[in-house]
């Protein structure tokens, strides 16, 4: 039972480098999520994807750009990665619009020096 | 004010020990209420719903009061295992979009 897949588990980067986080969830869910938590703290959101096609910014979306690649995919990009992106990223999905559970991936967690 | 806020904690408890956390929410047109349980290190992962009549799931009982705009999680009977950090969650009335209060430490000590 994959559930959600979120490659890498960990990466170091340097300040100014790109990367990309990916994500892929086999539960047929409409909407995909990703978070950051930094030590001591919740979760904050990111982007969102409501449905396959659609994306929209979270709570600190700066420094970020998303694609939903499809149904299944749903990737993070850093484009010029600063020390303030070190944190856990977590990637979720959602199958209900109004209720339903979140399923989290196991999370990546990112270094910039 | 934060859109959903909770007492960090740490709520340090024996074993057997009732412990009650709460969570206010700002956004009356919160629609959706959720508590989520995240270990050390892992993922979330979904407590229990919370619904307007109140809900218990074992040891676990969540209530919901729209006047004064919080939820709440009531643990009896603390299990060591039941350590860990818990989350608020809240939608909206579209569902898509949820929000995490920054979690509540639970430890329970033997």
């Known amino acids: 039972n994959a559930g959600v897949t979120q490659t890498p588990k960990f990466q170091v980067l340097k300040t100014g480098q790109s990367m990309t986080l990916q994500c892929a969830q086999d539960?047929?869910?409409?909407?995909m999520y990703w978070y950051r938590q930094d030590p001591g703290m919740g979760l904050r959101l990111i982007y969102y994807?409501?449905?396959?096609?659609?994306?929209d910014k979270g709570e600190v979306p700066n420094g970020y750009n998303v694609s939903r690649l499809n149904k299944r995919e749903f990737s993070l990009r850093l484009e010029s990665a600063a020390p303030s992106q070190t944190s856990v990223y977590f990637c979720?999905?959602?199958?209900?619009?109004?209720?339903?559970?979140?399923?989290f991936g196991e999370g990546s967690r990112l270094t910039v020096l | 004010r934060k859109e959903v806020e909770q007492d960090p904690g740490p709520f340090n408890v024996p074993e057997g020990a009732t412990v009650a956390f709460n969570c206010t929410y700002s956004?009356?047109?919160?629609?959706?209420f959720f508590w989520y349980r995240q270990d050390c290190r892992k993922e979330p992962k979904l407590l229990m719903s919370v619904y307007s009549s109140g809900n218990e799931d074992g040891r676990f009982t969540a209530q919901l009061n729209r006047a004064s705009q919080y939820i709440s999680l009531l643990i009896r009977d603390s299990k060591l295992s039941d350590s860990a950090t818990y989350l608020c969650v809240i939608s909206r009335a579209s569902g898509s979009r949820l929000t995490f209060g920054e979690g509540t430490q639970l430890t329970v000590n033997p």
């Open positions: 994807s409501a449905s396959e096609g659609t994306t």
């Open positions: 539960m047929n869910h409409n909407s």
């Open positions: 956004n009356s047109a919160s629609q959706s």
């Open positions: 979720a999905s959602k199958g209900s619009t109004v209720t339903g559970e979140l399923f």
